[in-house]
């Protein structure tokens, strides 16, 4: 079994340009699961932002010089005269420009992302069933479906599975208090449930 603290521990020190059996030393672990720790498919893929802080503090004064070097570089073109008013090219560039307050945010943050991919994957199980769900009847059915669509979405974003959740929430939905409907969102749902778990 991975345990996640060990293989940041043996990463980082690897980062560091330790050899395999300085780790070994160091850690007190055995040489082939040090090499399993080192292979890229030993973590998770959801639990790899922990291993990505150190690289960022390293490069982050790179990618902020970078970031800027490049404002700089598209500031200058929008500006510049040669560049129609109406084109596309200047009105990419502006979009980009209307971007600038946040394009810094990927580097204090190790999981934020330059892309929302993540939420263009999301949604386009809804995209591709827009026709089959064209005819709801109703302004109600549609409600319905669009919070359904969103707790299953909402519960694969924090890594619950979907089903579990939505059994759970369905049985104790009657009789639990409307005072505390928030405790069955599922990111609150998931850390009670896991609170139960280990006790």
Known sequence: MIILEDAVEI???HKQGKSIRKIVE???K???TVRKYLKNDSVPRYKKRA???PKLDAYKPYLIKRVDELIKEVKAKLFDQKI????NLRKALGYFCGLIPHLKNYTKKANARLENNVAE???RPLALGRKNWLFVESEKG???AAILFSLVQSCKGIGVNPQEYLEDVM???MSHSSQKLYELLPDHWAKIRQSTTKT
Do not use: D, F, Q, Y
Not at 84 to 87: E, F, G, N, T, V
């Open 11 to 13: 990463r980082i020190l």
């Open 26 to 28: 160091e850690t007190g």
């Open 30 to 32: 055995a040489r082939n």
């Open 51 to 53: 291993i990505k802080e």
């Open 84 to 87: 129609l008013p109406r084109s």
């Open 121 to 123: 994957r999301a949604i």
């Open 142 to 144: 549609g409600e319905a």
């Open 171 to 173: 049985r104790r939905l």
